[in-house]
């Protein structure tokens, strides 16, 4: 496991401030009320480690297949539904979304290869990432890989606490299945639009991994 780029300044600035409190803590109540400070050394620890925890990247072996698309992101499927997007596809397609915790991975991967096609930022609101008009309202970064089996699009998508989407992708450029393409940082959402009648491998509820999870098959 590695701790990601992203998180460095996050960990430093909180470490810095969980040494703060606990040096104030220690030198106003270990004295006389030692097990206030025990407490409180416990709880921002907790915390410390949490916020060390959400940046992690584990080691994994990726799922490499032409003829699937892998899941982008891991914790729990929402949505399997037909919808018409008016973004890209200027019509109805199929949409996949998982939906990621705060103690979930949020390493970003592209589900295929291809070439990028596509590549949008939109500002937005920061309704709950399970709501259904947070694929269209909420801040979010669509992009689109296109290659010989297809066209899909995918968005990061901010929630109610994730305020920063990390997006590393351009047009132009190709698309490594699993390869990382961004960050989004604490709890949000993924959605995978694709064509209709594409092969969905998963089912509401599933728990998924990015990068390891089959979510479709072109054949």
């Not at 990726?62 to 973004?87: F, L, Q």
Request: glycine share 8%; net charge positive.
């Amino acid at each position: 496991m590695t701790i990601h780029h992203e998180g460095y300044r996050t960990i430093g600035l909180t470490a810095l401030i969980f040494g703060i409190i606990n040096i104030a803590s220690f030198n106003f109540f270990s004295d006389t009320m030692g097990w206030l400070t025990a407490v409180i050394f416990f709880v921002t620890l907790f915390l410390f480690l949490f916020i060390i925890s959400f940046f992690r990247v584990p080691n994994r072996v990726h799922t490499i297949d032409e003829t699937k698309i892998i899941c982008p992101a891991d914790g729990k499927v929402v949505v399997i539904e037909e919808v018409v997007d008016e973004e890209f596809f200027k019509g109805k397609c199929l949409q996949v979304s998982v939906f990621m915790s705060p103690a979930n991975v949020h390493q970003n991967r592209h589900p295929m290869s291809g070439e990028v096609v596509y590549n949008q930022y939109h500002k937005g609101k920061y309704l709950v990432a399970w709501h259904p008009k947070s694929s269209t309202e909420n801040e979010r970064w669509s992009v689109a890989v296109k290659n010989k089996y297809g066209t899909i699009l995918y968005k990061q998508i901010a929630g109610a606490l994730a305020r920063r989407i990390c997006n590393y992708t351009k047009v132009g450029e190709q698309a490594k299945q699993t390869a990382e393409y961004g960050f989004i940082k604490f709890g949000s959402r993924v959605d995978v639009l694709m064509p209709v009648g594409t092969k969905v491998n998963v089912q509401l509820n599933e728990v998924v991994k990015g990068g390891v999870t089959v979510l479709a098959s072109w054949v």
